[in-house]
């Protein structure tokens, strides 16, 4: 199973991907996590991506395929995978086809979610900084004590979840991301969910749509 979810930051498509992921045991790969993960380790991919991530804008195409022909030529890959945050522009779209060549990319679900509600979203998210794992002080608040219950960590505001490097990020995903639903609508892989749906409803409409992927 080869999925791409595509959709504005906030959108829920790392929290719709660990549903799919731990069904279908297949990896999330996220490169926003691989580029915080280098930021926090202090690499040279590290040191290039902090200033344009905290600005919320996006690294350049060149770094980020060349770590994503890294990442799908690991073991875990074998059996399929979602791609979360990526691709994130036409040139990416182009170099992730490129690089699979006939074993493409077979379906990918856009998460549609309005705007003010991104906003909300974004700004009142909660990451712990050791594991990822996502919380909302609104909806789904972490524990008192800020405490990760997975890994112990602490949870933490990302630095470009503030409200002015959100709105940046947005206008970039309009510029630079968007006009992916273009394309892969031209290949017909393209599927539309509301992102705003209930929890089970967007399950169930995921399941639908993957379940003829699976033998
Ligand atoms: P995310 O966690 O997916 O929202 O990504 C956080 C930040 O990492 C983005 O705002 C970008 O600065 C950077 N980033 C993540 N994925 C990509 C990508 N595919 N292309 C360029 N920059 C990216």
Redesign the pocket.
């Known amino acids: 199973m080869r999925l791409i979810f595509l959709g504005a930051?906030g959108a829920g498509?790392?929290t719709q991907a660990v549903y799919l992921c731990e069904k279908y045991a297949i990896p999330q790969i996220?490169?926003?996590?691989m580029?915080?993960k280098a930021v926090k380790e202090g690499t040279e991919l590290g040191r290039q991506?902090k200033a344009?991530?905290e600005s919320?804008?996006?690294?350049?195409?060149d770094i980020?395929i060349g770590l994503m022909r890294e990442r799908l030529a690991q073991p875990d890959c074998g059996r399929g995978y979602i791609l979360?945050?990526?691709?994130?522009?036409l040139a990416?779209a182009a170099g992730l086809d490129a690089m699979l060549g006939k074993d493409g990319i077979q379906r990918v679900l856009l998460f549609d979610v309005p705007e003010t509600v991104i906003l909300t979203r974004l700004t009142s998210r909660r990451t712990c900084s050791q594991c990822g794992k996502i919380f909302n002080m609104i909806s789904n608040p972490p524990p008192a004590d800020l405490v990760c219950p997975d890994c112990g960590g602490r949870f933490i505001q990302r630095d470009?979840d503030s409200e002015a490097t959100v709105l940046n990020?947005l206008r970039?995903y309009e510029e630079k991301t968007a006009p992916l639903k273009g394309y892969y609508e031209k290949q017909n892989k393209l599927a539309i969910l509301r992102g705003d749906a209930p929890l089970d409803r967007i399950h169930r409409e995921m399941d639908d749509l993957v379940a003829p992927l699976v033998q």
Do not use: C, H, N, Y
Not at 30 to 33: K, L, P
Not at 56 to 61: F, M, N, Q, T
Not at 84 to 89: E, H, K, L, N
């Open positions: 930051p498509k790392g996220s490169t926003g996590d580029l915080r991506a344009i991530m919320g804008g996006l690294v350049s195409d980020i979360d945050g990526f691709p994130r522009t990416q470009d990020r970039v």
